[in-house]
């Protein structure tokens, strides 16, 4: 990988500034943190050992995948499916917006914002290779880092439901994904749970 460009390094510390005002906390090694910097930064983490020759573009949709979502509030839209997928092309439209504006402060011509944006959307998944790259990373993180948590929360759904709705993040990974899933240090239940959800 090149070293990155210095506009790079001032658009990351400029997001992870942004996110640095998210106001829910979370703990990790005892001690409180926004919650969108600890989830950009497990982003980036798993990027670079997946995809270890990414591009900056790449490298920046990572970063700036959940960039400000507090914003958007999830119980400002209706519940049920419709409701969801509202509430997540409105968070989409918001990080895209804020990423272009923070590329823009920093020099990045109209074509490199382009395909941030086009990233940070996850446009033509399974046909842009990026696009594709950054759905096998959120997918990844959300097993490694959320998956046990989201099942703690959800103690009245069987494995049988929860298998099922882990299934619909899985198959929008590709084989990529889906063995860096595999190959992740979990405890035996979860693991179970994505061999159910795979087949």
């Known amino acids: ?112 914002i382009a395909q941030v944006v086009k990233i940070i959307r996850k446009e033509q998944l399974k046909r842009d290779p990026e696009s594709q790259a950054l759905e096998n990373v959120v997918a990844v993180v959300f097993v490694e880092h959320y998956l046990d948590e989201f099942v703690e929360g959800h103690k009245d759904y069987d494995e049988a439901k929860l298998a099922d709705i882990l299934r619909k993040t899985l198959r929008k990974m590709d084989p990529v994904g889906h063995a860096a899933a595999l190959a992740l240090s979990l405890p035996e239940p979860t693991r179970r749970l994505i061999g159910m959800a795979l087949k």
């Not at 506009?7 to 996110?19: G, P, V």
């Not at 920046?60 to 092309?89: E, F, M, S, T, V």
């Not at 990423?99 to 490199?112: C, D, L, N, V």
Request: proline fraction near 5%; aromatic fraction near 8%.
């Open 1 to 112: 990988m090149t070293s990155p460009s210095s506009r790079f390094l001032a658009a990351i510390a400029e997001i992870d500034a942004t996110n640095a005002n998210d106001p829910r906390q979370d703990m990790v090694a005892g001690k409180p943190r926004p919650r969108e910097v600890i989830y950009s930064e497990r982003m980036s983490d798993c990027l670079s050992r997946l995809y270890p020759e990414a591009s900056e573009a790449l490298r920046l949709a990572a970063r700036a995948q959940h960039i400000c979502r507090w914003q958007i509030r999830r119980d400002k839209y209706p519940l049920g499916r419709d409701g969801y997928n509202a509430w997540r092309a409105a968070c989409r439209d918001h990080h895209a917006a804020l990423t272009s504006a923070i590329m823009q402060r920093h020099g990045y011509a109209e074509g490199e």
